[in-house]
Each structure stands twice: as structure tokens, then as C-alpha cells.
């Protein structure tokens, strides 16, 4: 009788991934199918079945149902009998009557211009830059930052409520603060709502600070809200500030263009001032965690030279313009980090 023990067989591959992956512009096509018809807004309201719900959306039953099913699948629904319902998930950011609603962000997430960038990645590895026209995503007046200003929001709120908090907590009193590339201005909205002495000047492409010059009057804070329309590489920021918001920029520029931008936050701030950075910082490693290594990839398709810098690499550049102490800090529960620096 033989002793041998026999060895398990070895796991073999498994194609699935590719299969999943390769498909995966399906799953992205039909969220955002279903949030433009208004699905979950729809089921939440109580039309839960494929044909009550093709009524109330103005689509076809059998299409309906099928688009649904794939929603369960992927985990956007559930499915009970012919009853769909809402995941806790979808109905706390899907549902337009949501206090947290995020669905508008499609329209910038997959907006025609970004999935071009994505139209090649081949020829987007041969020439090293993105294959957009121009500047790609830092075109001068580009655009989709419109878009970004009025959908983004919703994303960037629990990031723009830390950063008030942060800069209530270190800097009560009256502070003067510059927030570059405002974008829907809610990082510099925030931290005007959380101190009451503080006074924002919000810096962006005319188009762009229009959406953020709104929100600042939603929140009650237009009083103390200026704005300075200009491009954030070349307009003059002043002087006099005491903290400086820096939040989703870097990443589109090179490092030298990095140190150069920096240089010129540094030189606008008063003694025992500090810049706040919001950004996706992987690991020394760049794989993880996925979410801030993977943004890279977006820099690549978007950018000329745009990339996902680690906290080594903030912190040199930093230290080259003036700024030598940088602090690493998570920004839960976003997916990104925050960098407080000063000299």
C-alpha cells in the first residue's frame, strides 16, 4: 500500500476576467442609461416593475426589463419575483431625491470627451501623452470643466466638509484663503461656512467660478467670496494669504510645472501660512491603494504629461518650493489624501 500523498491539482486559469473586463463599457453605458431615464429616482417613487416603470420613463417594457436585470446583476437593484428595489447603495447616491445624490457626476465621468481618451490605449502608450486635442483636460478654457464644476459636487462634499473642519480647527479667527482651480468652488464654500471670519477668493476660468460664485450664495457665504477669473499657471495669486486650497490640481502637470505652481503658492502666503492638497497618492509601490494608483491612468488619457505623484514625491517638490514640512493625512471616506504643507 503506498504512502504517497496525492498533491491537489493546481488552480488553472481562468479567462473570466478578460471576458469581464473587456465587456465592463457595458456596465458603465447602463448606469448611465439608467440614471439619465431617472430609474432609481422612478422605483424609489414606487414604480417597481419593468412595464410601471417603462411607463413613468417613457421606455420600451422588454428593453426596461432587460437593462434592469443587468442592474441586478452588477449590483445596482434588486429583484424580487417582478419587483425591483433599490440597493442601500443606490438609493443613497442614485436617487435623485437623495440628500446625498451623486448620480449627476455621469455627465462628466462619461462625457463624450473623457471616453475619447480612452478610444486607444495603444497609441496612447506609443506617444506618451493623451490623444485629445490641444492640452487635452488642461486646454486652455477647456470646456468640460463646466460640466465638472456643476456634477461633480455631490462627490467632492464629504472632502470639502474635512477641509472645513481642518482649517476651522488649525486656523479659527480671520484667515484669508485662495482656493486655485476652484472649480464648483464647495473646498473654499466650506471652510468660509465653518469659520465665519474667514474671507475666499476663488480662482478659475470665468465660465467655471459662475457655477462656483452660486454655490457660494446657497450657502450663505457670498459676502465674504470673491472671485478671481484667470488661468491658475500664469495669473498673478497676490499675497496676504493664509492658507491656500490646492485640491485635484497637481495631477494634471508634470513635475516641473508642479514646482514652478507651488513655488508661486508658497510666495503668496503670510508667515506661518500653510497649502492643503487634495489628491489621489498611491503608495511608493503605485499600486496601491487601488483607487489613488489606478487615477493615473485617467492623467495618461487626459493629459500631455499628467500623473498620480506618491507623498515622497509631493513632499521633494514641496521642500524645492520653500515649503519643506508636508504631512501625509487620509481624508476618509473619500479615496484620497490630504497634504498639509508649510515652511
Not at 149 to 160: C, F, K, L, Q, V
Request: charged share 20%; with cysteine.
Amino acid at each position: 500500500m503506498s504512502d504517497s500523498v496525492t498533491e491537489p491539482a493546481a488552480e488553472q486559469p481562468n479567462p473570466s476576467r478578460i471576458f469581464d473586463t473587456l465587456n465592463a463599457h457595458q456596465q458603465s453605458a447602463a448606469l448611465r442609461g439608467a440614471i439619465e431615464l431617472g430609474f432609481f429616482t422612478q422605483i424609489a417613487q414606487g414604480h417597481t416593475t419593468a412595464a410601471d416603470l417603462a411607463h413613468a420613463c417613457g421606455g420600451d417594457p422588454r428593453a426596461t426589463r432587460i437593462v434592469c436585470d443587468y442592474l441586478v446583476i452588477h449590483g445596482f437593484l434588486a429583484k424580487d419575483g417582478d419587483q425591483y428595489a433599490l440597493t442601500p447603495e443606490s438609493a443613497a447616491f442614485l436617487d435623485e431625491q437623495s440628500p446625498r445624490y451623486m448620480g449627476s457626476m455621469a455627465k462628466f465621468i462619461n462625457s463624450k470627451e473623457l471616453l475619447d481618451s480612452f478610444r486607444d490605449v495603444a497609441e496612447l502608450v506609443r506617444r506618451g501623452r493623451t490623444l485629445l486635442a490641444g492640452s487635452g483636460t488642461v486646454e486652455t478654457e477647456f470646456e468640460g470643466w463646466v460640466e465638472f464644476a456643476r456634477s461633480m459636487a455631490p462627490m467632492m462634499t464629504p472632502a470639502a466638509q474635512l477641509i472645513g473642519a481642518l482649517a476651522a480647527q488649525r486656523s479659527p479667527g480671520p484667515i484669508r484663503v485662495l482656493d486655485i482651480a476652484a472649480g464648483h468652488g464647495l473646498f473654499g464654500v466650506e471652510v468660509a461656512r465653518q469659520n465665519p471670519q474667514a474671507s475666499v477668493t476663488a480662482l478659475d476660468w470665468g465660465k467655471v467660478l459662475a457655477v462656483a460664485e452660486q454655490n457660494a450664495a446657497r450657502a450663505g457665504v457670498s459676502d465674504r467670496y470673491a472671485l478671481l477669473p484667470g488661468d491658475a499657471l500664469s495669473i498673478d495669486y497676490g499675497v496676504g494669504f493664509d492658507l491656500v486650497l490646492a485640491t485635484n490640481f497637481f495631477h494634471h502637470f508634470d513635475r516641473d510645472t508642479c514646482v514652478s505652481l507651488m513655488r508661486k503658492m508658497a510666495g503668496c502666503l503670510n508667515a506661518g501660512g500653510y497649502v492643503v492638497t487634495l489628491e489621489f497618492v498611491p503608495n511608493e509601490d503605485r499600486v496601491s491603494p487601488p483607487a489613488s494608483a489606478a487615477f493615473a491612468m485617467t492623467m495618461l488619457a487626459s493629459t500631455p504629461a499628467g500623473d498620480a505623484y506618491t507623498f515622497a514625491e509631493y513632499e521633494a517638490m514641496w521642500s524645492e518650493a520653500g515649503l519643506t514640512q508636508s504631512e501625509l493625512h487620509q481624508a476618509p471616506p473619500t479615496p484620497q489624501q490630504l497634504i498639509i504643507s508649510q515652511a
